[in-house]
């Protein structure tokens, strides 16, 4: 799939947030300084001086002198790269794929994701407009380059989407700033008369290096993407994590084991606070030659009960490779769920009986692995692969009860497998079948029962279904799709009876 990215330039970060920080700057002439080689230095303005010509490098004095009102304050470019990390994990919903450009820009990696909202447009506009709500105001840009979007964001007046493979010609009427190249090679760009990028992508590359150097070559293949673009998504820190140092490096499995039991002891706190039970954990240990070893485990219901929890744990203690010690150990409790008293009664037992089950459940999967178990429910559909569905959780009810008025297979194949049959009659149950390469003899057989789709999903045939029996007495359900005379019928095995 090709790579799409949507980038958001967050025009006046700065005034934005000492605006909702202090409404009564809204719409006010206020700017922020720092110092500079002996002088006041403009690094970021509001919207009210842009409107005036003033612009980030000005000298404050300078500044003051043209409006003796204007609000100043000291910048702080650490209070901006915290409004831009928490927009990047707000991001989150947009895309699982978000990275920080410092110093005002936040990045989306965004394939496959517009579509749930409905296109790329409707994706830009609910973004943009939750931002502006939020009191922040953005440009937008998406391309299939990370310069192209950063460069229409910028400098694209009202074209904020370039279509797929498109950048090449949004870019040639676009300024040379549009390539994030720097100032001093801007400044030759205009003293030689180059204002498109347009102008510059006709001349021979030998040409350009030697003019403008290798940066420039760089950043125009990036946003023409013919250059790679390094893209580092942000990895959340996990909400239920739990780190344990250690004085000295620890190479034994009982070791391993008091500080997995001192993690759990925090990590369930926690959890008993917030009324929630881990779903899926993983414990980590970081070595002393810088290599990460980690066990992971998984519960059939939440559960916060810190035995429990640690008995799972321990059954893969030996899968850790400890080597020449591990300093720092960590737990996290990567899904997480809501666990409350009401959830203390399942399928009419007591909360006691519920926990044993769903623990003997646990220590079953932590064995045998979570593959080897499985609950299934009922669902309302006649062909019988779809009238059953598989569920991980305990706590989830059965929308309808089972039907017990007709005889069904216990072995049900998920999928109806082809056989080759010898019948006499064309409604008689088969003499003997093939499957897979060996013929079974019917003994004995009961049928048919004819079994349709719903009518609003009838794709193709009905089916006639046969109970038979081979010479050893293994018990077979079989189907005929298809009406003798009006279809063209083929026969199919789609479980066992024992």
Same mark, same amino acid.
């Given at each position: ?15 934005? #947030? ?20 002996? #002088? ?45 990390? #928490? ?7 947009? %895309? ?55 460069? /229409? ?51 021979? +590359?030998? %040409? ?64 008993? +606070? ?42 893969? /203690? ?61 669902? *309302? ?5 779809? %009238? ?28 109806? *497998? ?32 004819? /079994? ?9 045939? %009905? ?36």
């Amino acid at each position: 799939m090709r790579k799409r990215y949507l980038y958001i330039w967050f025009r006046f970060l700065a005034a934005d #947030r000492l605006a909702k920080a202090d409404p009564n700057l809204k719409g006010r002439p206020f700017l922020f300084y720092a110092p500079d080689r002996g #002088r006041m230095e403009v690094r970021a303005v509001s919207p009210a001086l842009i409107k005036e010509g003033i612009v980030p490098g000005m000298v404050v004095a300078d500044v003051r002198a043209i409006f003796p009102e204007v609000d100043v304050f000291l910048d702080d470019p650490e209070a901006d790269r915290e409004i831009l990390d #928490r927009a990047a994990e707000w991001c989150l919903r947009y %895309s699982p794929e978000v990275a920080v450009d410092y110093p005002d820009g936040v990045m989306l990696q965004i394939a496959g994701c517009p579509h749930l909202w409905g296109g790329e447009l409707a994706y830009l506009e609910s973004i943009t407009a939750s931002l502006n709500r939020g009191g922040y105001r953005v440009a937008v840009g998406i391309a299939d380059t990370v310069g192209a979007a950063w460069a /229409i964001a910028h400098y694209g007046g009202s074209q904020r989407i370039i279509g797929d493979g498109k950048q090449g010609e949004a870019l040639l009427e676009l300024p040379p700033e549009a390539l994030r190249v720097e100032r001093a090679t801007l400044q030759l760009m205009a003293k030689l008369g180059f204002h498109t990028i347009g102008q510059l992508v006709k001349i021979p +590359r030998a %040409s350009l290096r030697r003019r403008f150097g290798t940066n420039f070559l760089l950043r125009l293949g990036q946003a023409l993407g013919t250059e790679r673009e390094v893209f580092k998504p942000i990895e959340p820190v996990p909400v239920f994590l739990e780190r344990l140092p250690c004085m000295e490096p620890i190479r034994t499995a009982k070791g391993i084991e008091i500080a997995l039991k001192r993690l759990l002891d925090l990590l369930c706190e926690r959890l008993v +606070r917030e009324g929630k039970g881990m779903r899926m954990g993983v414990f980590k240990g970081y070595r002393l030659d810088g290599e990460v070893v980690q066990i992971s485990i998984g519960t059939s219901r939440a559960s916060r009960n810190t035995m429990h929890l640690y008995k799972l744990f321990v059954l893969k /203690i030996p899968e850790l490779e400890p080597a020449l010690g591990i300093e720092l150990f960590s737990l996290e409790a990567t899904l997480v769920e809501e666990l409350d008293e009401w959830q203390e009664t399942f399928w009419g037992v007591g909360s006691s009986d519920q926990k044993k089950l769903a623990e003997l459940l646990d220590n079953l999967a932590g064995k045998l692995g979570k593959e080897s178990i499985s609950r299934y429910l009922p669902q *309302e559909h006649h062909w019988p692969e779809n %009238s059953v569905k598989i569920t991980r959780k305990l706590e989830e009810q059965p929308k309808t009860d089972w039907r017990t008025d007709h005889l069904r297979p216990l072995n049900l194949l998920p999928n109806p *497998e082809p056989i080759e049959v010898m019948v006499t009659l064309p409604d008689y149950p088969p003499l003997h079948f093939r499957y897979r390469g060996e013929i079974i003899r019917v003994v004995r057989a009961d049928g048919p029962e004819r /079994i349709e789709q719903e009518w609003w999903l009838q794709t193709g045939p %009905s089916r006639d279904y046969f109970r038979v029996e081979d010479e050893r007495g293994v018990r077979y359900w079989l189907f005929r799709l298809g009406i003798y005379g009006k279809e063209k019928t083929k026969w199919f095995l789609h479980g066992y009876f024992i």
